[in-house]
């Protein structure tokens, strides 16, 4: 991480955001060095959960063994595998076998959900999660992730937008917590133009997170090109003064 770089969006982001809270950053290592190691599970646990510790300023590093969902190491790309019978697990399920979520309506709309989905190896060991003000000159972060209230994803939403003619640079697709914040970045950083993904939308993953909260996950390619327009932008008319007062 550009210590520089660093530094100049904390500064950007209290002129422009106030108080809001700090986005977190992740990234993949063989060694996640100093950072605690998180808790092997005892029983079935969401990472969105986990991460609300790593938000207050406590840097954390999972590896396969600690991800206590089947989805978490799918989505954070330590196994191709999701659960048997996935495909009723996540419409009907099977009666007098197994309850179903019913997020999508039969399981063969789960199956081709599923088959345009490509699996993305895990590029280390490890994956590290930081508040953005704890990275490191030696850290090396695939995305940047935001959980806001609505008055901060406007913002975000708009300088997203900002140098995108086609008014696309952010998407929403359907999919887990865990997919909407690493998964679905990790996709967007192989694109020439990629973009900024709106989510939390999981229904499972909303007790996690504030009820009043969204995630906003940006690859870091598109986040410096952001921060980079952000004193030429919006951001520095009264129209947004007049919102940030209320942040």
């Given amino acids: 991480m550009d210590i520089t770089f660093r530094n ?8 422009y955001f106030a108080d809001s809270d700090l986005p977190i950053a992740f990234y993949y290592a063989e060694d996640p060095g100093d950072v605690s190691r998180a808790n092997l599970p005892t029983e079935h ?15 954390l590093a999972w590896n396969v063994q600690s991800l206590g969902c089947g989805g978490a190491r799918r989505y954070l790309g330590y196994t191709e595998k999701m659960r048997p019978n996935f495909e009723y697990f996540l419409s009907h ?11 999508i309506q039969t399981p063969e709309m789960v199956k081709e959900l599923m088959s345009g989905l490509s699996c993305i190896p895990a590029k280390g060991k490890y994956i590290v999660f930081k508040r953005f003000d704890q990275l490191t000159p030696d850290d090396n972060p695939d995305a940047v992730i935001f959980f ?20 696309n640079g952010v998407i929403s697709p359907f999919g887990s917590g865990c997919g909407a914040i690493v998964y679905q970045p990790l996709l967007q950083n192989d694109q020439e133009n990629p973009k900024a993904i709106l ?31 952000m004193d030429e932008s919006f951001l520095v008319t009264e129209t947004w003064n007049t919102v940030k007062k209320r942040l």
């Fill in 148 to 167: 806001a209230k609505p008055d901060v994803l406007s913002g975000l939403f708009t300088l997203a937008n900002f140098d995108q003619p086609d008014g």
């Fill in 93 to 103: 399920g099977i009666p007098g076998e197994m309850e179903g979520e019913r997020y």
């Fill in 199 to 229: 989510g939390m939308f999981d229904v499972s993953a909303r007790p996690c997170v504030p009820k009043d909260a969204l995630s906003f996950s940006i690859p870091m390619k598109k986040f410096v090109t952001m921060v980079g327009n």
């Fill in 8 to 15: 100049t969006f904390l500064e950007k982001w209290a002129k």
């Fill in 45 to 59: 646990s969401c990472i969105v959960c986990e991460l609300a510790l790593v938000r207050k300023g406590r840097p």
